[in-house]
């Protein structure tokens, strides 16, 4: 409210939400309404000449963007590079030693370093914001840090990769398989040309590992989150989970658990009236429960140039603001680390999925295996495939902890009659 | 992080949040992580010796708020009278005149006084924050406020009085009368011995005058929101747009239009299968829609002890963290009114239903008038009800001019054979 005073702001990488960065600062340098002016004062990208659909000849323009973070005509860095390593972990280092703020959609970098980076911000005195991390347009990071600071969350989970989203939702619309929907996928931008990241569930993994930190209090503890990717999800699953009124779903979910915390990514089934279970296509959505408040759930677009340069653009208004907060829920030396806890102590449901021999006794030799582990089944269902070799067998679990079902689901794959890898995909909890 | 600093708080007000406020702040005075501690140092409420369920004894009393809220013994000032006027506008007043950040949950004050206490706040120099003001546990203020910053919002739509949804929800439920849920209500204590207010959809405009002044960078201008409870929506208005598709509810919306914006609660239908139709209870449930980001939903506890003093919390560490912002988005003494658009101009789909005589012509007659007006009739539903004086006509319009649509409703309410006012209620567009 001071008024009057320009904020000079630095962006390196120009990617779609760097273009839709310079759209809203060009049009609304007074957007933030404490104080001032932002006005980009410099750029960086991979290539200056590259073809874009946007004038940045009248921006100053760095080569290296370690050198833009660090220059004296700038107040704000903004890191739109992406990657975990590399130039964009320089040039973040780089500003914050200089003393400038940064402002980072950078998921990966902020899941791998966010414990070391956030004792650099704070020794430094400057703040390290990264709404734009996690789910785009949805203030994902701003809830759980700051709306819910009062309260103690002991669950989220949602659907935080529009990608793998998208290819589920297209596989049960359109009946193709999950090797189709992503090739086209890529064909349209939707999907990158090395999936991995997203269908392999490691970008949901990033984003859910700084929401744990945020929410339990901890440093962010990528290596402990476990990933498991959309990659063995077959249509074959999708059209069974719905017969059994069911929509499989890559869910990135932590759970408060005693001192620790579960967190991990993998394939679950919501019931189909579920929230989670209607979020179809690109979108994302998210559970967050806490003792006080109870269910929050919010949903929006989770990527793409506009949601996510209007997250970048709230944090900076959040640094012209002059907000002095810890870059995670306490100062980020006494920060403990998120510790794992260990899953054989975790119990869930879990839809199975065989696909055996069409002959006598295999149903019976399936469901012994079952029984004899003590796993008490919830539902059955077998019905011929056209076109499969065999028949698939697929059921659901009472609660059971999950040890024992990994088991019997090893024992079950190594039948004589069990022609392909099982497929055991949770149920989703919240 | 300077640290060590305690931020002594004075409360005035001790109903349901007010005790869940203390219980957060005697339980973690260090909830705020940006510094020190925050210590309750003096309450007030109407009657000290009342009997409560938590100890007040070792509290500094205040008899009158006025005092506390201009006490030096605290800083920051926590007002949770309610009302528009008497003693919790008094109180916030003179907490803003003597240097004190202000948090309140007094949607009436905001909404009715909030250009003038924006105003004084600014010329003051202190922040005064009412996340708890709207949908308790779920931070609309916060997210339209600072997470769409750079954005430009263009609607709000919602559920925004968990009182009107717990009845409307229990009447689809039980097949009981208005009157009678609502006496339950009552005796529950989920509806106030006088619940004008909450039925009568005032309480909703309060939130959505709030919203909208956020949104579209207005002052708030309650005496513009157009109000509409639920007082006329009958268990056969909810059964007959059940089996059209829809369900009725209490929608607060505030929708841009040129240099102005329509503000307004009314009983809207939603199709069965939207968010805000599958929103029951006490559940409040928000879609914003902006440029850039496209639409956001939230969805969470409404009211309630927990949830609403979180949402006080929240705003008492974003004192402590420092935070320097406008009231609304823009300096007070800036700030248009928001300026109501001409209703007239507004076009809509609408649901209708007339109690008419069961006599030859009259369907005919209806249907000629809306047919000379201009009306289009989407869908058509009669239906012979038990019990009922006469039968009901019930049918949807598709879009037609407001102002049209009104004028044949009272045209046919004018026709013999109709033998009760007219129902009519929008279908949400959101």
Known sequence: MSGGKSWRIGIAGLGTVGAGLLDILSRRPDFAPASGLAVVRGVSARSRSRPRPFDISNLPWFDDPVVLAASPEIDVFVELIGGSDGPAKAAVEAALKAGKPVVTANKALIAEHGAALAILAEDCGVPLLFEAAVMGGVPAVKIVRESLVG???????GILNGTCNYILTEMEATGRSFADVLAEAQRLGYAEADPSTDVGGFDAAHKITILAALAFGCAPNFAATEVEGIEQVELLDIHMARDLGYRIKLVASADRSGDGALVRVHPSLAPLSHPLAQAGGALNALFIESSRTGRIFVQ???????????????????????????????????????????????????YLRFLVKDEPGVIAAVSETLAEAGVSIESFLQKPVEGAQGVPIVLTTHNVAESVLTAAVDRIASLAAVLDQPRMFRIARI
Chains 1, 2 share one sequence.
């Open 300 to 350: 929006g677009p989770g990527a793409g140039a506009g949601p996510t340069a209007v997250a970048v653009a709230a944090d900076i208004a959040d640094v012209i603001a002059g907000v002095r907060r810890p870059v995670f829920q306490a100062p980020a030396r006494s920060l403990p680390l998120s510790q794992p806890v260990d899953p054989s102590k975790m119990m869930c449901r879990a």
């Open 151 to 157: 309260d103690e969350i002991q669950s989220i989970a």
